[in-house]
């Protein structure tokens, strides 16, 4: 059965588009993860996004992420919750002075709770400012997102809110796949 999936595009084009979220409680805390890790990629990816059907990485090979995490601009960023890992954005600089959101979520637990926005806006401050770090990139122009309508409920109003403008919408058929929960077989 198939089912139809409308993917949004949205973009900032100023560091003067952010618009900040409150600050959670204390006991939020947001680190970059420094050592690319493909298992605590894969983690978080699988844990974020193991409800709302991402599947596009699943089948990568050790390799495929090390690859990916290695590459110049490439930077993840996790929030904690006392400790826990609540969900994480990461970050993709692009030819021309595009920094693209390629991942941003949170574990479903910590949904709801106001960790969602406040990472998001540390995500964007960093974006705006990724090739001061990181030596040989363009200063950073733009940054974009894509969403879509298998993602969490709450994301759409979030990059709004955030400052984030649409750009562009698509529309297409998709495989109605089963979530694959946060781990194999979960939810089966």
């Known amino acids: 059965m198939s089912i139809t999936v409308t993917t949004w595009s949205l973009e900032q084009t100023s560091p003067d588009d952010l618009r900040p979220a409150a600050e959670p409680a204390d006991d939020v805390t947001i680190v970059r993860a420094e050592v690319p890790s493909p298992e605590f990629s894969r983690f978080l990816y699988t844990a974020v996004g193991g409800d709302i ?3 596009d990485r699943l089948g990568w090979s050790y390799a495929e992420w090390q ?5 110049p601009g490439t930077e993840t960023w996790v929030a904690y919750e006392r400790g826990t890992p609540a969900g994480y954005v990461e970050l993709e600089a692009q030819p021309g002075g595009s920094v693209e959101i ?5 574990i479903a ?4 709770r106001r960790i969602g926005g406040h990472l998001l806006t540390q995500g964007l ?3 705006w400012d990724l090739a001061e770090r990181w030596p040989g990139l ?3 122009e733009r940054v ?3 969403t879509c309508s298998l993602d969490g409920e709450h994301a759409m109003d979030n990059y709004l809110r955030r400052g984030f403008k649409l750009f562009d919408t698509k529309e297409e058929q998709a495989e109605d796949v089963p979530a694959p929960g946060p781990w194999p077989g ?3």
């Open 102 to 106: 390629v991942y941003f979520g949170l």
């Open 186 to 188: 979960a939810g089966q």
């Open 109 to 112: 637990a910590f949904r709801g």
């Open 125 to 127: 401050r960093r974006a």
């Open 67 to 71: 690859r990916t995490l290695d590459r």
């Open 53 to 55: 059907t991402w599947l």
């Open 138 to 140: 363009p200063a950073t």
């Open 144 to 146: 974009w997102v894509h």
